[in-house]
């Protein structure tokens, strides 16, 4: 590569890196970035949003709630030991406890962040659905989700992402949801989620040792509209631990409004490059001439 190629090259690209930046600042002041995730901010959020509380110490692993969801979003009557396609939700045995899991329906979901075409939604309701018009099948909501809840339909022609959606069509009805509905022993309970939290605290305090200090969903990955009440003892629920209180879209974002500082720094020192490199070759190239010229007289 000449020396005029190589200028021209290291020109360009930090032409093209800077006008980069440019346009992706102009691009995040024209569209707006995401919020922060204060206190204040998530008090707003949650407010009338429904919300389902399960007491652990409460089941009694009868499958009312596992039997009525399939029949309420016409999926077969077989029971399932684990969340799938065919199951929205399921009752587990986990060292002398009947635990359920469902969609953790975040409050600041990881699915709805990552799906390209805007196929998941967080609804007014607290709940996370799918729209099965919009999704173009890609799964990135099941690589997010932290609790691994989004399930596929493998087997299908039509294969769909499948998940617990709070029961939308009782909800639009005015009913209850399913699950709680049915369940004899109030071990899942249904309401605003600001509410359940008092509850699930007020067990806590009232009933001093019957349970972990700790409602989980309250600050998991920002916090969740499904909470659980879990029995104090040294056991495996099923549930991830060691998750972070930050929610993961809000984590990646802290990342992504980055990326355009960093591209400006590189683009300053290209330039830099750039300027220091022209200004040698300028002086070479004066220093040609000069030689030159005196080589031109001593011949004269």
């Known amino acids: ?105 975040c409050l600041t979901p990881s699915c709805v962040s990552v799906c390209p075409v805007g196929a998941l939604e967080k609804t007014d309701t607290g709940a996370v659905i799918w729209h099965e018009k919009r999704c173009i099948g890609c799964r990135y909501c099941m690589m997010a989700c932290p609790f691994n809840v989004p399930t596929y339909e493998w087997w299908s022609r039509n294969p769909r992402v499948v998940k617990c959606d709070m029961c939308q069509h009782r909800l639009k009805e005015g009913r209850e949801i399913a699950c709680s509905w049915v369940c004899p022993l109030g071990a899942t309970s249904f309401g605003l989620r600001n509410d359940l939290l008092r509850e699930a605290h007020r067990r806590i305090r009232t009933q001093n040792g019957s349970y972990l200090d700790h409602v989980y969903g309250e600050t998991e990955v920002g916090g969740t509209s499904t909470l659980y009440l879990l029995p104090v003892v040294s056991a495996d629920f099923g549930l991830p631990v060691d998750l972070t209180e930050k929610a993961l879209p809000d984590l990646t974002w802290e990342v992504m409004r980055k990326i355009p500082y960093v591209i400006g720094t590189g683009a300053v020192l290209l330039g830099g490059i750039w300027w220091i490199i022209n200004r040698r070759i300028e002086l070479e190239q004066v220093r040609h001439e000069l030689d030159q010229e005196k080589k031109r007289e001593r011949d004269q």
């Open 1 to 105: 590569m000449s020396i005029n190629r190589r200028r021209q090259f290291i020109g360009g690209v930090s032409k093209g890196i800077l006008g980069g930046l440019l346009g992706q600042l102009g691009a995040t002041e024209a569209s707006g970035h995401l919020p922060d995730n204060g206190d204040d901010e998530d008090t707003g959020r949650v407010n009338g949003q429904f919300g389902i509380l399960f007491d652990a110490t409460r089941c009694i692993g009868c499958m009312a709630c596992v039997r009525l969801c399939k029949e309420e979003h016409g999926l077969p009557p077989d029971l399932e030991p684990n969340l799938s396609a065919r199951s929205l939700t399921v009752v587990q045995k986990k060292n002398g406890y009947f635990m359920r899991r469902l969609c953790m329906h």
